[in-house]
Antibody
Framework: EVQLVESGGGLVQPGGSLRLSCAASGFIFRTYWMFWVRQAPGKGLVWVSH????????YYADSVKGRFTISRDNAKNTLYLQMNSLQAEDTAVYYCARGGLPNSYDYWGQGTLVTVSS | QSALTQPPSASGSPGQSVTISCTGT?????????VSWYQQHPGKAPKLMIY???KRPSGVPDRFSGSKSGNTASLTVSGLQAEDEADYYCSSYAASNRYVFGTGTKVTV
């Protein structure tokens, strides 16, 4: 059974940093592209970033470029999102998702809430 | 990259059909056959319902179907059931390895 479990969310002050993790199981992690998608409270889904299966290519939404870094450890079956210079607008539930079908997200984690507030 | 445009709400009675539109541009929806649709119940993670415009992942009922014409994609839910009441989001590849979601549609049964 495919499982994605996010962790690392919490309350952080503006300008602060946080690292999210997504532990994957039930599939061959190293063969899949992986994504981060966020959803602000009461709002819609927004693509944040994604990473090639071997980690050689990374892509970011303009709103997070230069502040967020996506990475992965295929030996640990884990996806990461390092978030720096956090702003109130980054407050959201962050989901990791698997890119298992062409240009779509076929499995999602349960999400982890990040709240940026003083 | 602007969000794709969806109607805020749609509704139908049990057994009826509802169609949700997703309008983008030639740089996203119109330029690629990479539109996908997601169902999200309150407090839950999204679930993939349609990929590559009209393909259904294993386990998704054939009551769900997708199509595209020009810059607008559509999701149709036929034979509406109570459990279909949820938020629905479209998504499209948008060139240069970027992706964009729709604004979301709340479907009421």
């Amino acid at each position: 059974e495919v499982q994605l479990v996010e962790s690392g969310g919490g309350l952080v002050q503006p300008g602060g940093s946080l690292r999210l993790s997504c532990a994957a199981s039930g599939f061959i992690f190293r063969t899949y592209w992986m994504f981060w998608v966020r959803q602000a409270p009461g709002k819609g889904l927004v693509w944040v970033s994604h990473i090639k299966n071997d980690g050689s290519y990374t892509y970011y939404a303009d709103s997070v470029k230069g502040r967020f870094t996506i990475s992965r450890d295929n030996a640990k079956n884990t996806l990461y999102l390092q978030m720096n210079s956090l702003q109130a607008e980054d407050t959201a539930v962050y989901y990791c998702a698997r890119g298992g079908l062409p240009n779509s997200y076929d499995y999602w984690g349960q999400g982890t809430l990040v709240t940026v507030s003083s | 990259q602007s969000a794709l445009t969806q109607p805020p709400s749609a509704s139908g009675s049990p057994g009826q059909s509802v169609t949700i539109s997703c309008t983008g541009t030639s740089s996203d929806v119109g330029g690629y056959n990479y539109v996908s649709w997601y169902q999200q119940h309150p407090g839950k993670a999204p679930k993939l319902m349609i990929y590559e415009v009209s393909k259904r992942p294993s386990g998704v009922p054939d009551r769900f179907s997708g199509s595209k014409s020009g810059n607008t994609a559509s999701l149709t839910v036929s034979g509406l059931q109570a459990e279909d009441e949820a938020d629905y989001y479209c998504s499209s590849y948008a060139a240069s390895n970027r992706y964009v979601f729709g604004t979301g549609t709340k479907v009421t049964v």
